[in-house]
């Protein structure tokens, strides 16, 4: 369940888990640059699987509502939303979370007043609180809903999942599994944005086995539940996850809460891959940045969002190339920057 095995995922060596980063994660203040529009392009294939459980959701003009009806407001802020949600054992957490996450966010009341835009260290400290909190209340209010549906009609499936959001001139993401999320930085370098949860990592592990579960390899390293007379036994491969009832009643071995990033980028920064595990399983950090690179480099001036699809899809080729049996989703989010910050 949750993906099979294949090379351990790649780490950043300047990426860490966020109970080391709550002090602010690679903010920067004053003086910043003002980035442009960002582009989408999505690619998806079933591969080796009969069915299709991967599940992504982009919201381009993303923003706040509040006030009496659930008003949108429109206050001048660029706000972006990405959603990439991959089932498994059934699609449905994946589908809720697609059909509802976004909207949960844009009611949470700290999308209404932070914007991404704050300059002093005291104010992006403030925010990065207040923001990372509504990620996680919305994760957890999700993730109980759908743990709820599951008492009801005796659903077992879950889903991992990955949110991205532009929110002025600073990226934050939130992530509860192993799909992905890679910056390419300046000079085509790739900088992870995300660390998968893996149960074998010495954190997830430890708080496994702190909850009375149990790690162990079974093709890969997952989280272990033994059989009893209501349910069977099972594995996880990935140690958070929206859903899968079993391996959260009665113990709590998988957590739903996800880890918060914040960065601000920077010129010369060019854009993120997003992609669940299929992509991942046989693809590097710095291939998926490559191969993205390579697929725009007959662009003349800035990427079309046609161009930015088209690198998605060589991406995705790339990996369907190289064996990838899991379903795969990749998202490609071109940064276009004024012409004067270049």
């Not at 104010?123 to 549906?149: P, S």
């Not at 999942?161 to 370098?189: K, M, P």
């Not at 702190?210 to 790690?215: E, H, I, Q, T």
């Amino acid at each position: 369940v949750g993906g099979e095995g294949g090379p351990e995922a790649e780490r950043a060596s300047d990426a860490t888990w966020l109970s080391k980063q709550e002090q602010g994660w690679a903010g920067q203040a004053g003086g910043r640059a003002r980035m442009g529009r960002v582009l989408f392009g999505s690619a998806q294939a079933r591969c080796a699987r009969p069915y299709m459980e991967d599940r992504t959701c982009v919201v381009a003009t993303w923003r706040p509502t509040g006030g009496p009806g659930g008003r949108v407001i429109d206050d001048g802020v660029e706000r972006s939303y990405l959603g990439m949600f991959d089932g498994h054992n059934g699609s449905r957490s994946a589908e809720v979370a697609t059909e509802r996450l976004h909207s949960m966010l844009s009611a949470d009341p700290a999308f209404r007043v932070h914007t991404g835009e704050a300059t002093s260290l005291a104010a992006m400290a403030q925010e990065e609180a207040a923001v990372g909190a509504a990620l996680k209340r919305a994760f957890r209010t999700l993730d109980d809903d759908i743990l709820q549906q599951s008492l009801e009609d005796g659903g077992r499936d879950g889903a991992t999942a990955l949110v991205l959001l532009r929110l002025g001139d600073t990226f934050y993401t939130a992530h509860a599994g192993d799909s992905r999320a890679v910056l390419c930085r300046a000079g085509g370098r790739a900088h992870a944005l995300t660390l998968d949860h893996k149960p074998d990592h010495p954190d997830e592990r430890a708080r496994v086995e702190a909850n009375g579960g149990r790690v162990d390899f079974q093709r890969c390293w997952r989280v272990v539940i033994e059989a009893t007379s209501t349910r069977p036994g099972s594995g996880l491969a990935v140690s958070r996850s929206l859903g899968d009832m079993d391996f959260k009643q009665p113990k709590r071995l998988v957590e739903c809460l996800p880890d918060v990033g914040r960065i601000v980028p920077r010129p010369g920064d060019s854009f993120v891959v997003l992609a669940t595990d299929g992509l991942w399983d046989v693809v590097s950090n710095q291939d998926a940045v490559d191969c993205v690179n390579t697929a725009l480099q007959g662009c003349r001036g800035q990427p079309s969002t046609a161009d930015v699809t088209a690198a998605a899809e060589a991406t995705l080729a790339l990996a369907v190339k190289r064996g990838t049996c899991d379903n795969c989703s990749v998202v490609v989010m071109a940064i276009l920057w004024p012409t004067e910050t270049q």
